[in-house]
């Protein structure tokens, strides 16, 4: 009797390079922007992209109008595209580290205050230590920063918060002070303190959802006894520090703010810093990172820098 041969089991193979577009497809949900990333041209994005679904032999990516996004087994290729480079740039660094050569990109993410008030001077201190190793940072809202560092974007971020992520380590770094900021002739700015209840009643201008700044002040409102921000009579959220200020001093509202983000404005004058009796306006900055991915020598050499910079780089 003949024997009908087996049908041949199609080899799934790829390349890093491949896993490297694909990966920046599947986050940046784009072709062109993935191919900006790259340093390629669209047409050769996909070009690479179903050269590696062929190479797969499987739909990785589906088009949904103008967004890309991942099939279910893109999002399985994906899950292991990220390990796998991640441990070709440890590889890399390690020996670069082993051969004493401090070279190499750094990406991570800061939260509004941290990333426009602080940062800025300690990556600064940073390379100069260090010239061959530059600092790619991304500033956004604490909950932002957070998703990219456990997607893998970020080496680490520094935000406004501890994060109640399992997955993500928080370590304290320095103290903050939220400060009751008015416009210089608004009817408190000669007073040194106002009332829980006089704070309720007056228009106040708030930070966006996922803040790291409207988090704490959730928190010190509720421990305070209130319901959190829905307490005051919120007129307007705006996306950063720098546009609360500017509301500020327009006389849109008062807000509630930290105390870095107001050293100019302090000393010329424009605004003044009040305190709210009975409330406490203190928070802490936290490095964050992802516990299920190996820290690279640059990321563990600029967090040691961090961890063990002089007492005027400390904000509090």
């Known amino acids: 009797m003949r024997k009908t041969p087996l049908s041949r089991i199609p080899q799934i193979d790829f390349d890093l390079r491949q896993l490297e577009i694909f990966r920046r497809v599947v986050e940046l949900g784009s072709f062109s922007k993935a191919g900006e990333a790259v340093f390629l041209a ?3 994005v996909s070009e690479r992209i179903a050269t590696l679904e062929n190479m797969v032999g499987v739909r990785l990516l589906d088009r949904l109008g103008r967004r890309v996004v991942p099939t279910r087994a893109g999002e399985l290729l994906y899950k292991h595209a990220l390990k796998l480079l991640d441990l070709k740039r440890a590889a890399v660094l390690e020996i670069q580290d082993f051969l004493g050569m401090k070279q190499g990109e750094i990406r991570m993410g800061g939260s509004t205050i941290p990333g426009e008030y602080i940062l800025p001077k300690v990556i600064g201190r940073f390379v100069q230590k260090y010239p061959l190793i530059s600092i790619t940072l991304t500033v956004a809202d604490s909950e932002e920063i957070e998703n990219r560092v456990l997607s893998g974007e970020f080496e680490l971020g520094i935000i406004g918060r501890k994060s109640d992520n399992t997955k993500l380590r928080s370590e304290e770094l320095w103290e903050d002070q939220l400060t009751l900021v008015v416009p210089a002739k608004h ?11 006089e704070l309720a009643e007056e228009a106040f201008i708030s930070r966006e959802l996922g803040s790291g700044t409207l988090r704490s002040l959730e ?5 305070a006894g209130l319901k959190g921000i829905d307490a005051l009579r919120v007129v307007a959220r705006l996306g950063t520090s720098t546009a609360v200020k500017e509301g500020v001093k327009a006389g849109v509202g008062v807000s509630i703010i930290s105390t870095i983000a107001l050293e100019t404005e302090l000393k010329v004058g424009i605004v003044k810093a009040l305190k709210v009796k009975d409330l406490r306006m203190t928070r802490n900055f936290y490095l964050i990172r992802d516990k299920r991915r190996s820290l690279s020598p640059l990321c563990r050499a600029f967090i040691d820098f961090l961890l063990s910079a002089p007492r005027e780089e400390n904000p509090s």
């Open 42 to 44: 669209q047409a050769s």
């Open 187 to 197: 009817r408190w700015a000669g007073r040194k303190e106002v009332s829980i209840q």
């Open 219 to 223: 928190d010190h409102l509720q421990a």
